[in-house]
């Protein structure tokens, strides 16, 4: 038998061949606008664009960014567009300052740093001094991620302590960005601001004439009367103008908290709230205030059998009851009612009809209301036929 003979053939390097350039990019974000974080973003921002573009093996693939928007939340624009980049191949390393820059959910934290392993992407946490493409990366990142999450929690807590002390010392707290009528002085007092305080009282004024949120929201669009924010008057913003004690110079407060996921709640009942009486200047007197409750009250919607189970097959929107000069009952789609046809061409049904159809077809769950056309032939309103579909059955909404 001839002996086996084996030569390890060593490798070699082309020694003009050019390694390829690590394609790199950086992550900031900051929780807040204010200028303090503001100049923190952008101190962040030129460390990272310097440090990668002097790096002669890097090969920069810019710096995304985020402000004002918590850790907590997966809904980032700098972030989301990021992680797209990484995932068609274009990123080769992530580098951030720390872990709760980049997040403070465990669970989400660890989801994206699995997923850009997987795609061959290490994220390099320089605080921290952590790669995840290392071995010991994951174990490490999982542990302090929790503590960034219970930091979190200890901040958050620590706040609304503060805040909640504010509170019961009758230190009311309110954004004048979004309260049309007041401006804060030199000293952080509410004072009046006259111009917007009479769009206010004209609102009050239209209201308690019997002129409804929708109608009054119609008139201020249709003269260009100007909202505190770029959007137009709607009804929901006049009906809130109207529901605010803080016109009559009171201010409720904790109406609203954050919870322990980082999301802002209702308060029904789960905190304490406080109300302080004639906090700032009224401008609206408390008796007409009142009167605009009483108004507001009695035009809540009234809930029948069918309310919220009726659908338009061509919006998806709930048909509501309408009472008719006459006294006639019907069923009408919403966006048609308060948008009119140019939205949505609509559904109508009359009560006598539905009540029937109701019969044969018992209306539990939500249903979509389809008219049935059996021949070319025009038919009056009273002479169409109609069915029920339930909405899980529906196959999509129709195109106008």
Not at 4 to 21: A, C, D, M, Q
Not at 51 to 78: M, Q, V, W
Not at 236 to 257: P, V, W
């Amino acid at each position: 038998m001839v002996k086996r003979k084996i030569t390890e053939i060593k490798g070699s390097l082309n020694p003009f061949t050019v390694p390829p350039k690590i394609r790199v990019c950086a992550y900031v974000r900051v929780s807040t606008e204010h200028s303090g974080q503001m100049n923190s973003l952008q101190n962040q921002t030129e460390y990272y664009e310097r440090k990668l573009k002097s790096n002669p093996a890097y090969e920069f693939c810019g710096i995304f960014s985020d402000t004002g928007i918590s850790g907590l939340k997966i809904d980032r624009p700098g972030l989301k567009a990021m992680l797209e980049k990484a995932r068609a191949g274009e990123i080769d390393i992530i580098i951030t300052k720390s872990v709760s820059r980049f997040a403070r959910n465990t669970l989400m934290l660890l989801k994206y740093v699995r997923e850009l392993k997987d795609a061959g992407v290490g994220v390099i946490f320089e605080e921290q001094n952590i790669n995840t493409i290392n071995a010991e990366g994951e174990l490490m990142l999982t542990v302090l991620a929790a503590i960034a999450e219970e930091e979190r929690k200890s901040v958050c807590a620590n706040v609304q302590w503060a805040m909640q002390n504010k509170f019961k010392r009758g230190e009311a707290m309110v954004d004048v960005n979004r309260l049309m009528g007041y401006d804060r002085d030199e000293n952080g007092s509410l004072v009046i601001n006259k111009k917007q305080a009479e769009i206010v009282k004209r609102i009050y004024n239209l209201y308690l004439n019997v002129i409804s949120g929708y109608k009054i929201a119609q008139i201020l669009n249709d003269e260009g009367v100007p909202t505190y924010t770029k959007n137009p008057w709607r009804s929901h913003r006049i009906l809130s103008i109207i529901s605010n004690e803080k016109y009559t110079g009171d201010c409720l407060m904790q109406k609203a908290f954050v919870n322990e996921e980082g999301k802002q709640v209702l308060n029904k009942g789960q905190k304490p709230k406080y109300y302080v009486e004639n906090a700032h200047p009224a401008i609206i007197p408390r008796t007409k205030w009142k009167a605009a409750q009483t108004i507001r009250e009695g035009r809540k919607k009234k809930e029948y059998p069918f309310t919220g189970l009726l659908k338009c097959p061509y919006c998806g929107a709930s048909l509501i009851r309408v009472i008719h000069q006459g006294g006639y009952v019907s069923w009408i789609c919403a966006t048609y009612q308060q948008k009119g046809k140019a939205v949505c061409i609509g559904m109508r049904i009359a009560d006598g009809i539905l009540e029937a159809l109701s019969k044969d077809y018992a209306i539990t769950e939500p249903m979509v209301l389809e008219e049935v056309n059996h021949d070319l032939r025009r038919k009056k309103r009273s002479e169409k036929d109609f069915r029920l579909i339930p909405v899980t059955q529906y196959n999509g909404w129709r195109e106008e």
